[in-house]
């Protein structure tokens, strides 16, 4: 199995490995032939002294499992179209387009389309069109996929021999659920994708298996996350953790996404992912922003994290949220002079942000209020200095006004905005052609009081 890794906006590709036959033979569903051979088991486990001895139970959960896989017995995702065609015969039908709307995006696949399965088609990389996913349309035995798993467990337990054979037929189940998880996610069925994926990861996890699959749990926990589903998302992901499953840092990203939609209670949870997180993946972008919206949403002190945005803001300039967040922390900082510089790298980067420019030009303002207090306060300095205090505290305001009308323009009906222009503009309405542009943004503040 092979997973793209799903974060906000990511498709999910699932591509089975193949329990197909190696050698052509003609596609075949013998409802009849398999439903028999379930029964025969049934029957032979009727007699009581059979039925406490592992190879009949394991003879029935190969009999479930055929029922299960009888049609990705015989295709796989990958298949190359000429393949299938091989196998499908001269009387097969030719692919039909079909675009599905409602799946990860809209795509237009080819679909061959047979009395039990619907076969769905697109192109790989190279241009050859090959078995995306399928879906069946015949349900040879109700649950027999579940009632494989029970007959392997069962045949695990009386004989202990067989353990190794068992061991094999659960991941072959666990890759049925798999395969179904893909037909319904690629169809945009979140859900049923959900569980299956979600049935898979724990028929592999349970002991007769022991293995972790990583990308299957975090597939099912990411797709509660878009259901919106918090508690399931929280119970898998914590469970994915519990099995030192990270996925790279996926998994405490989405945990703690969902614990901050559960409320106030869970911050500290949500907190405590996200610290752990990344101190094992420093790198990873996600978690830097998962810490801001923590931070942003608890409204902690954002300084508890300035080097880690700093690491990641070095690492990746373009990204606009490190820029937000590290923002945040700067306004905390009690040194104008590093806030003001680092809100002009800020508007610089992305001269269009509405926060950039709005904290420059209000920082900038604020500095230049400071230095007007100073000059009206301080007793000890000369006039010659107040009056130095009072000239560049004048051009503080005259270079904030452009930038905190860019800022105003960019949101109108931000009332901070027009304020904080108006109290810049109100401290040049005495310059030579300001009294003007004081008197119109002053009404446009009246307005909004």
Known sequence: MKRVLLLMVAALVIVPASMAQTLVVPFKVDK???????????????????????QPWFDQAVAMYNAAAVIASQIYGGMPYEELKGKLGKDAPEPVEKTVTAG???????????????????????????????????????????????????????????APKVKEGLEHVADIYKIRANSHYNLGENMPAAENFLKSYELLKDPLVGTIESETVFNAGYLYIVDENWDKAIEIFEDAIANDVWSEGSVPYFLSWAYLQKGEEYYPKAKAALQRAIELFPDNDNISEGLINYYSLAGDD??????????????????????????????????RAKTIEFFRKFAEAFPDDFSANYYLGDQLMVEGEVLLKEAADNESLSQAQKDELNARAMDLFREAYPISERAYNYRPDETAAIQRVTRILFRLKDEPGMGSVFDKYNKLYEATL
Request: proline share 3%.
């Open 302 to 335: 954002f300084t508890e994290i300035t080097g880690v945005l700093e690491a990641a803001l070095k690492k990746d300039p373009s990204k606009i949220i490190l820029w937000n967040g590290l923002g945040q922390a700067y306004l905390k900082v009690d040194d």
């Open 32 to 54: 009849n032939s398999l439903v028999k051979a379930i029964e025969r088991t049934e029957k032979s486990l009727e007699n009581e002294k059979r039925a406490q001895k592992g």
């Open 104 to 162: 990860p995006s809209n795509k237009t696949y080819k679909v061959v389309s047979l009395p039990e399965v619907d076969i769905y088609l697109a192109p790989d990389q190279s241009g050859i069109d090959i078995v995306n996913f399928w879906v069946e349309k015949v349900d040879v035995y109700e649950g027999a996929a579940e009632k494989a798993v029970a007959a392997y467990k069962k045949a695990a337990e009386l004989d202990k021999k067989l």
